[in-house]
T-cell receptor, first 113, second 111 residues
Framework: KAGVTQTPRYLIKTRGQQVTLSCSPI?????VSWYQQTPGQGLQFLFE???????NKGNFPGRFSGRQFSNSRSEMNVSTLELGDSALYLC????????????FGSGTRLTVV | GENVEQHPSTLSVQEGDSAVIKCTYS??????FPWYKQELGKGPQLIID?????GEKKDQRIAVTLNKTAKHFSLHITETQPEDSAVYFC??????????FGTGTSLTVIP
C-alpha cells in the first residue's frame, strides 16, 4: 500500500514569502503529525491533527500553522519565511492518536534564500 | 518538557561487530521509546520500539533495553552489515504522537 506522500519534495523560497506543504497519510490513517528537522536542532514536533482538529502544538511561532481536511490530508503553512526556516519538514501518520504505528514520509526540503 | 540525550553522535564499526547507541530521558512519565533509522533522502523509519512495562525487546539482529529507574534505553545491533549504515534516532513520548527525539547517531559500518 502507498506510504505517506509529501509534496513537493523540494522547494526554494525567498525570505518574506509564504509556503504551503502537503501531506497525504497512509490510506485509513486519520492522525497526522508534522516535524521540522534541521542539523542544529534535530527533529522537533510542530503539531498533530486528528479529525480536522489540532490536538497538540509544539513550541514554534505563530507563523507556522496547519490544517487537516475531511479526507485526512494535511497541509502546513509557514508565513513570512526566515532563513532559519530552511529545513526538512516531515509528516507522519497513524491510524489514530496514541497509536504507535507511526509512519513518516520522505519529507519536503525547504530552502529559504 | 521531555529532554532526550543520545550518544555517541558518530560511530564506526567493522562489519560483523556490534554497535550500541545510548539515550537518556528526563521525564519519568514517558512510556514509549521508539528507535528510527534514517537513510539519505528518506524519512525516519521505525526499526524497533519498547514500552515502559518491558525491559528488553529483540527483533533478529536488533535489540532495545530499557532501564526505567535510571531513565535510559539503548539500541544494540549485532553482526552489523554495510546496509546498517545510516543515522539512528531514539525518541520518547508520553503516550501521544508528540515525540521528543535524540540528536541522532551516524553509524558507519566498514566492510
Amino acid at each position: 500500500k502507498a506510504g505517506v506522500t509529501q509534496t513537493p519534495r523540494y522547494l526554494i523560497k525567498t525570505r518574506g514569502q509564504q509556503v504551503t506543504l502537503s501531506c497525504s497519510p497512509i490510506s485509513g490513517h486519520r492522525s497526522v503529525s508534522w516535524y521540522q528537522q534541521t542539523p542544529g536542532q534535530g527533529l522537533q514536533f510542530l503539531f498533530e491533527y486528528f479529525s480536522e482538529t489540532q490536538r497538540n502544538k509544539g513550541n514554534f511561532p505563530g507563523r507556522f500553522s496547519g490544517r487537516q481536511f475531511s479526507n485526512s490530508r494535511s497541509e502546513m503553512n509557514v508565513s513570512t519565511l526566515e532563513l532559519g526556516d530552511s529545513a526538512l519538514y516531515l509528516c507522519a501518520s497513524s491510524l489514530v492518536p496514541n497509536d504507535y504505528g507511526y509512519t513518516f514520509g520522505s519529507g519536503t526540503r525547504l530552502t529559504v534564500v | 518538557g521531555e529532554n532526550v540525550e543520545q550518544h555517541p553522535s558518530t560511530l564506526s564499526v567493522q562489519e560483523g561487530d556490534s554497535a550500541v547507541i545510548k539515550c537518556t530521558y528526563s521525564d519519568s512519565a514517558s512510556n514509549y521509546f521508539p528507535w528510527y533509522k534514517q537513510e539519505l533522502g528518506k524519512g525516519p523509519q521505525l526499526i524497533i520500539d519498547i514500552r515502559s512495562n518491558v525491559g528488553e525487546k529483540k527483533d533478529q539482529r536488533i535489540a532495545v533495553t530499557l532501564n526505567k529507574t535510571a531513565k535510559h534505553f539503548s539500541l544494540h545491533i549485532t553482526e552489523t552489515q554495510p546496509e546498517d549504515s545510516a543515522v539512528y534516532f531514539c525518541a520518547a513520548s508520553i503516550g501521544s504522537n508528540q515525540f521528543y527525539f535524540g540528536t541522532g547517531t551516524s553509524l558507519t559500518v566498514i566492510p
